[in-house]
């Protein structure tokens, strides 16, 4: 299923597919979404069989494996995700600002989508049922160029979504899923006039080439180097769990641990904080004061010293570094330097610590005394997310149905001519 087909005027149908959904019921596309949930179980074998074939050419250890990684119950609750979406309210015809101008012209500003929306991601096959379920709901069609390490799950997805929009007698080409030649991500990039905005997801260089070879407008997803501050005040318990779970839970997603920074006064708690992630085989990298502590506290093949490189990286893998610092100013400062601007948290039991933190730190999210693994559109009660934007412009944070739509002005008169 690798062979993917395309129209050479696939752009022109996109766009057409994209005006016929202005006038689709905002009750036949919650229709078409809980019938794609129930038709995405059903063909849940059809689904594996193609990515096994995805699974079989990379190898395992590559951290991406388990973003490639489908199965029974990630389809499940992929499903679940979509039919969530379908109960999520309609962010179209939302009236923004509703004015009688001295004159009587009657303005409003009401909510529409913005038409075509392009996306440049990775192995990542869920994506695809994201992406699909959030652009209908917000009335949009939809471009996907997947990497080519999940060519075959991504095409097995996009035939079972064309199926339902068939049979409810909508245009298949709401949703078109692109070959995996670059020049195609090329044809992309350039289609002004056809695609209104390409959200790039996936690592730096991914999201740095769009940028940089973009005529579309994109909205900017950023890679996740994502920091945990363990302050002066912190509570050791509830840091333990929340640094355990944060760096281990998946750590081939953008909310994962990258660098934990400690207050100098709580070096002694280290070995505690990290000992769960030892069971993990997580390798730190520790700062001079930091590796004393954990020299013969964490496994020595464990224990690493900082370099160059362990600051201001995303590493999707078992690792992370530790930055000791004298102060929260030297934390939030640490941070500010290294941060990609996607989510930040302080462990602290500290109000004006907690308050200075949140009001200093540069970042989407900014948690406190919780887990970076909760930025997640479907975690935030979005349904599901479409990316996490870390620019300020337009979108901010976990994108879902909201951020997928523009605004037009209506303006409605009876003769008004201006002088």
């Known amino acids: 299923m690798n062979s993917t087909s395309i129209s050479s005027n696939w752009k022109q149908e996109a766009l057409i597919a994209s005006r016929s959904l202005n006038m689709v019921s905002t009750d036949t596309i919650d229709q078409v979404l809980i019938a794609l949930a129930e038709e995405s179980v059903a063909q849940a074998d059809m689904i594996l069989n193609e990515n096994v074939k995805d699974l079989a050419v990379m190898d395992t250890e590559n951290p991406m494996y388990d973003r490639l990684l489908l ?27 509703d004015t009688v101008r001295p004159n009587g012209m009657k303005i409003k500003k009401v909510t529409v989508p913005f038409g075509v929306v392009g996306v440049i991601y990775e ?5 695809s049922f994201d992406v699909f379920s959030l652009c209908l709901k917000s009335g949009n069609a939809c471009v996907l160029k997947g990497g080519s390490d999940a060519q075959n799950s991504n095409s097995a997805i996009v035939k079972v979504i064309q199926s339902i929009l068939v049979k409810f007698g909508l245009d298949k080409n709401i949703i078109t899923l692109l070959p995996s030649g670059r020049e195609y991500t090329s044809e992309l990039l350039t289609a002004t006039g056809y695609v209104d905005v390409i959200i790039p997801r996936g690592g730096k260089s991914l999201i740095d080439f769009v940028r940089d070879n973009s005529r579309v407008p994109i909205i900017e997803t950023g890679a996740g180097i994502c920091h945990t501050y363990f302050d002066e005040f912190g509570d050791a318990e509830k840091g333990k769990e929340i640094i355990f779970n944060a760096k ?22 280290i070995p505690d904080l990290c000992k769960k992630l030892a069971e993990k085989n997580v390798i730190i990298f520790a700062d001079v004061k930091s590796y ?3 020299n013969g506290n964490y496994p020595k093949v464990l224990l690493q010293k900082v370099n160059e490189e362990s600051y201001g990286t995303e590493f999707l893998d078992y690792k992370m570094s530790i930055k000791t610092v004298g102060s929260i100013e030297e934390a939030v400062e640490h941070i500010s330097v290294f941060s990609s601007r996607h989510s930040e948290c302080i462990i602290s039991e500290d109000k004006r610590n907690i308050d200075y933190f949140d009001k200093t730190i540069d970042a989407a999210c900014v948690y406190t005394n919780a887990s970076t693994a909760f930025t997640d559109g479907s975690q935030f009660g979005l349904g599901a997310e479409i990316g996490i934007s870390t620019q300020k412009l337009h979108a901010r944070g976990p994108m879902a149905l909201q951020e997928l739509c523009s605004y037009k002005w209506i303006i409605k008169g009876d003769g008004q001519i201006r002088v």
């Open 71 to 97: 199965s029974r119950e990630r389809i499940v609750g992929i499903a679940g995700d979509i039919h969530n979406v379908a109960l999520l309210p309609s962010p179209l015809d939302k009236i923004l600002m």
């Open 248 to 269: 281990t839970r998946r750590v081939s997603v953008c909310n994962a641990l990258d660098c934990l920074i400690i207050h100098e006064k709580r070096l002694k708690d």
């Open 292 to 294: 004393t502590f954990l």
């Open 123 to 127: 192995a990542r096959p869920n994506v």
